[in-house]
């Protein structure tokens, strides 16, 4: 088994457990925890496409390895967006608001 | 002329800057003047493709793909872009707090999140490659999910999770499919995607990665089944805000769907899977629609009312891939006429609506009988809008009702053709439901002795005029809309 | 044939194009200066005037006269053609008389500014249906009328007139649906994306789609004219709406329908089988809304009955025409459409009349109220005698012509029960609103009158030939018949319970409760399809479906 195999392996087990986390979560915390797990697993699947589509002769293929960069910095802004909203939430739950 | 297309990228960015750093009221104004600017850049974009009768094209810092990023603008990205922005500018107009008025102001964070709005909008209608999409789509999605708890109220936030959440789960799919594409192709670019394909039938792993895209940017359009987040997103928005969701976000998930269908995926491929994307869009029409009639709040009808009419453009799927040149030329056309005359209609209809709430100070239908007395420009701005969902002439609603309806006879797709109609007739119940309320005698008392504002509900009956002014067009394929795309509809003969 | 059909009594030669816009126009530009605040007041007493170009085109303007308003792509055609000048100038005559009787009625309604604003919607959009030539302008024009036409309905805003007005719109809706697919199908059989409706129309007997336009149109237009089983609303709607509101409803709207008919089906081409039903279903229509008037207690309930039995007639002569293909039968149809428009303008006048005044003046006007009738049941030497044999000569003595003739019998005896309560309608002391009393009676001396000004030019026969001995024999017997069986039922008494308006909607409980039933599912389908774990498995499996399908 090839190293890039083993990668993508890895990769598609973390983003199988992400999706059972998305779906099963009962709560917003849950969801965003999947919502990085299987986003680690896509990246990580990536890394091993770049790494077997590197068919040119280079070593590694580098621009996937530029897209997973941009990716993870998309990812980790939206968990900091989920992040921020979940404690908003909890706030204004806790402040017992109700709705109009 | 290429550059047009990077000024309307960066121009709304730049409306940023006063609204850092003067205050709020220097800041609307300069935010409202580049959201002019940037809507006068789109039509700029629109007349020269329409000029050239070819697709605008420019390679940032000049480099061609693989390396470089290739913005190109043809007849279809330059008519959501027009559309986008013109509904952007008014609804920032709409926004501004009217000289004495007692409405709630708009926070400065709104006109900041609508700038971001228009410049991810634009890079999603531009970008050619599939993974400056996915950066577009989550620009999108981060502008799009504060507009909705602009307020910071409970259910607001509830809303904006869900949303949130939702999405992010389709663009994780959607970046899966783009992995896949790039690890079958080693490119992401369209043009470079289409020479390959062109050349070799693609495996089952290209369905698999344009079926995992599609299923991300149908949880970005809320298409059937897949809508859960958008009744409470849309319906708790501030009015402003709803009018933008409603009318432009959601749209750009659904041209990039049609992107990937109609542009890229190979012809036998996308007549596999329309049928799919039509049963989906036939569940959104009816479902939404009958569900939107047993709502008890204005705006959630009308944010059902959203969910059911984006069906419509799933619905076009089997009719523009069909073999019929001129047929499926007449349901694209169609498609797309659908998606701007909604996008004016529904922003005209959700600030009729905020216009509304804001007289009676509710937006329950059954205390809004006699509101044709106190916002009558507001009812008419969404009786007019109204009636392009209905599908009655002269609207743009109409002209796409009969474009669908006629390419769904002639392609022989009966179901599709009364699903149309069932849909106008469903639409026919929530639009008049409201408009007859309206016009009934209110009971003594009930009707509140404030006045709708005026030149707000003025801007709402624009929008609803734009939507009857696409009534206009010819019921032919609009050649526009073919430009820059494979193939060109020039001198096709019914 | 010659005359009214094919050359204008008074051609004009200056600029007839422009009275064609221009009939459509005037009430227009009248429903758009109600927008001015300035002059909302003049526009009640102009509503008089409206339809005076109409009224002018419809006597002046050549025959198959044609204008192209706006060019490619717009196309906005108008034309006019023997039927449209003969409803045109009736529908003309009608909107002037109740127009007055309107503006005298409704002095005192604080509403009467949208009342006038609603009027001349639906006046502009009952002239546009008998002039436009063109399918997508006929589609506005249709809807044009139909929609507007809520406002008369629902004018009082009584509980009665909500729910009338609401099964009102919803059905127009549902004949708007009807349409649009008629149409869209019918377009398919040119080479043009807007045909003029005569193109279209002569596709039709070959078009592939033929049956299924056929049974569109007839469903769409005859929910218009209230033929069985889509009668249901008119009886409810007509009843409700103000006095002159009903005359241009029972009057004038339904005529949409007509036209319709008579546009967009051939004239001359047989569509066997087609024919047939729809004059069995007229028929059956002409005896129903007999049998179900002679049992209502209220003139204007009686009177919506029997627009619907009348409607009935012109649908099953309509549908001998198409059955035997019979050239130039159509124009026969509209002469007998007019006929009875006039008339039945004029009965909801008289009984508005009678129903504002005292019981004495009701007794002078349940007079007024029984000549129009028994013109209506064609006894000889009225208007509607003449009516009455100009249909013989599309419908023949046979099967269909016998129970024609027989459901004048049941013209007779509703219009002797009209009259009877128009005589009971009087209260003790109170007086009509001057300026009422004029309109009613010159708009009953037209409907009496015009006939005999178009019998000849449109059957091509003269006048006499209506006159003769075997014409006045046929003619007698069933309004005798109906008045004599009118005089038993008053001296026997015999208890007839009133079927309430709308009848057999009563009997569609089953349906309404389907309805809620649906909505029920679909709000909880949708409540089920949007919690999160079914729309999470839901956004997978679809992207698994799609990748299986898009192999």
Redesign the interface.
């Known amino acids: 088994m090839s190293d890039a195999m083993l990668y993508a392996l890895a990769g598609a087990m973390l983003?199988g457990c992400?999706?059972y986390g998305?779906?099963?979560a009962g709560g917003?915390l849950g969801?965003?925890l999947g919502?990085n797990i299987?986003?680690g697993g896509?990246f990580l699947?990536?890394g091993a496409?770049a790494r077997?589509?590197a068919?040119?002769g280079l070593a590694a293929?580098p621009?996937?390895q530029a897209?997973v960069i941009?990716?993870i910095v998309?990812a980790f802004?939206?968990t900091a967006?989920?992040v921020a909203?979940?404690l908003?939430?909890k706030a204004?739950?806790g402040a017992g608001?109700?709705?109009? | 002329m290429s550059a047009l297309l990077v000024l309307a990228l960066t121009v709304p960015l730049l409306g940023l800057v006063p609204l850092l750093l003067a205050g709020p009221r220097v800041g609307e104004r300069a935010a409202l003047a580049v959201l002019a600017i940037g809507a006068g850049l789109c039509v700029a974009v629109g007349v020269a493709v329409a000029l050239s009768g070819r697709a605008l094209q420019y390679f940032v810092a000049g480099l061609a793909p693989p390396l470089g990023i290739g913005l190109r603008a043809d007849g279809f990205s330059a008519a959501m872009m027009g559309m986008s922005a013109l509904v952007l500018a008014l609804t920032a107009f709409y926004a501004m707090r009217a000289p004495g008025a007692g409405a709630p102001r708009m926070p400065p964070a709104f006109f900041m999140l609508l700038l971001a709005l228009a410049s991810a909008l634009n890079l999603a209608f531009l970008a050619q490659d599939l993974f400056t999409l996915y950066v577009a789509l989550e620009l999108l999605t981060f502008a799009a999910v504060p507009l909705v708890c602009l307020d910071g109220k409970p259910g607001q936030l509830r809303a904006a999770m869900t949303y949130l959440m939702f999405a992010l789960f389709g663009s994780v799919l959607y970046l899966l499919g783009v992995v896949l594409v790039y690890g079958q192709f080693g490119t992401l670019d369209f043009a470079r995607l289409s020479a390959a394909l062109a050349l070799a039938p693609p495996g089952w792993s290209f369905g698999a990665a344009l079926a995992l895209m599609s299923a991300g940017l149908m949880a970005k359009a809320a298409l059937f089944p897949l809508h859960l987040w958008l009744p409470p997103a849309h319906a708790g928005a501030p009015p402003a805000a709803s009018a933008v969701l409603s009318a432009v976000v959601i749209k750009a998930p659904l041209f990039l769907l049609v992107r990937l269908w109609a542009d890229l995926a190979p012809v036998p491929m996308a007549q596999a899977a329309a049928p799919v994307l039509a049963i989906c869009g036939a569940g959104a029409i009816l479902v939404c629609g009958v569900v939107a009639l047993a709502q008890v709040r204005l705006k959630l009808l009308i944010a059902y009312s959203t969910a059911a009419q984006i069906g419509y453009l799933g619905l076009m799927f089997p009719l523009a891939a069909g073999a019929d040149a001129y047929w499926s030329a007449l349901a694209w056309t169609g498609g797309t006429l659908h998606l701007v005359s909604h996008a004016f209609s529904k922003a005209a209809m959700f600030m009729a609506a905020g216009l509304i709430a804001e007289v009676f100070g509710h937006d329950r239908l059954a205390g809004l009988k006699g509101a044709a007395r106190v916002a009558p420009l507001s009812i008419a701005a969404f009786g007019i809008g109204g009636l392009s969902l209905l599908g009655l002439p002269p609207s743009g609603g109409f002209t796409a009702k009969v474009m669908l309806l006629t390419s769904a006879l002639q392609q022989g797709a009966w179901w599709i053709g009364v699903v149309v109609l069932a849909g106008g007739l469903l639409a026919g119940g929530y639009v008049l439901r409201l408009l007859v309320l309206a016009l009934q005698r209110p009971e003594d008392g009930t009707l509140p002795a404030a006045r709708e504002c005026g030149w707000r509900a003025g801007i709402a009956l624009a929008l609803a005029f734009g939507a009857v002014a696409l009534g206009f067009l010819p019921l032919a394929p609009l050649g526009f809309l073919s430009i820059g795309r494979p193939i060109a509809w020039e001198g096709l003969a019914p | 044939m010659s005359g009214f059909l094919t050359t204008p009594p008074l051609p004009i030669s200056v600029a007839p194009e422009a009275l064609l816009l221009l009939a459509i126009a005037a009430p227009l530009a009248l429903a758009l200066a109600m927008l001015a605040p300035g002059l909302r007041r003049l526009v009640p007493r102009l509503l008089i005037l409206a339809p005076l170009p109409a009224l002018v085109a419809a006597v002046a303007v050549p025959r198959g006269m044609s204008v192209l308003v706006a060019p490619y792509p717009f196309r906005f055609t108008l034309a006019l053609d023997g039927s449209g000048a003969l409803l045109l100038g009736g529908a003309a005559l009608l909107w002037m008389a109740a127009g007055a009787y309107a503006c005298a009625y409704m002095r005192k309604d604080p509403a009467r500014g949208a009342f006038a604003t609603w009027w001349a919607l639906t006046m502009a959009g009952s002239f546009a249906v008998f002039l436009v030539a063109d399918v997508a302008s006929f589609y506005l024009a249709y809807a044009l009328v139909s929609f507007s036409a809520f406002g008369l309905v629902t004018h009082d805003d009584t509980p009665e007139a909500r729910r009338a007005g609401n099964l009102y719109l919803a059905l127009t809706v549902l004949g708007e649906a009807f349409l649009i697919a008629a149409f869209v199908m019918l377009a398919s059989g040119t080479s043009e994306a807007n045909p003029l409706i005569r193109d279209a129309v002569a596709a039709l007997p070959t078009s592939p789609f033929r049956s299924a336009i056929v049974l569109l149109l007839l469903a769409g237009f005859t929910l218009k004219m209230g033929l069985f089983p889509l009668h249901v609303w008119m009886p409810l709607a007509h009843a409700v709406a103000p006095v002159p509101g009903s005359a241009a409803l029972s009057g004038v709207v339904v005529k949409a329908g007509v036209i319709g008919l008579l546009r967009f089906l051939p004239d001359g081409v047989a569509l066997p089988g087609w024919g047939e039903a729809l004059t069995a279903v007229g028929i059956f229509t002409a005896f129903y809304g007999v049998a179900l008037g002679v049992t209502q207690t209220h003139p204007k309930r009686a009177l919506a009955y029997s627009t619907v039995s009348q409607m009935g007639v012109v649908g099953a002569v309509i549908g001998a025409a198409l059955a035997s293909g019979l050239p130039g039968a159509f124009p026969i149809a509209a002469f007998y459409a007019v006929n009875h428009m006039l008339l039945k303008g004029a009965m909801f006048l008289v009984a508005g009349l009678a129903m504002a005044s005292a019981p004495a003046r009701a007794r002078q006007a349940a007079l007024i109220a029984g000549v129009l009738g028994l013109s209506l049941a064609g006894l000889p030497f009225t208007g509607g005698a003449l009516a009455k044999y100009a249909i013989k000569i599309v419908v023949p003595d046979g099967i269909a012509g016998f129970l024609l003739t027989l459901s004048a019998v049941g013209s007779a005896l509703l219009m002797a029960r009209y009259a009877v309560l128009v005589t009971a309608s009087g209260k003790e002391r109170q007086t009509p609103p001057g300026g009422i009393l004029l309109p009613a009676l010159a708009l009953a001396a037209l409907a009496l009158a015009v006939p005999f000004a178009l019998f000849a030019p449109v059957t091509g026969l003269p006048l006499a030939a209506a006159f003769s001995g075997d014409a006045l024999a046929k003619g007698v017997w069933p309004v005798a018949l109906g008045l004599a069986l009118a005089g038993l039922l008053a001296w026997r008494r015999w208890p007839l319970p009133e079927v309430p308006a709308g009848d057999i909607l009563h009997a569609m409980g089953p349906l309404a409760a389907l309805w809620r039933h649906t909505l029920d599912l679909a709000v909880a389908a949708d409540a089920r399809l949007r919690r999160w774990p079914v729309a999470a498995t839901a956004l997978i499996a679809l992207a698994a479906l799609l990748a299986v399908v898009a192999r």
């Open positions: 983003a992400g999706t998305l779906l099963t917003a969801r965003i919502f299987l986003g896509v699947i990536f496409v077997r589509g068919g040119a293929d621009v996937p897209l941009t990716g998309v802004c939206a967006l989920a909203l979940l908003r939430l204004a739950d608001e109700e709705e109009p």
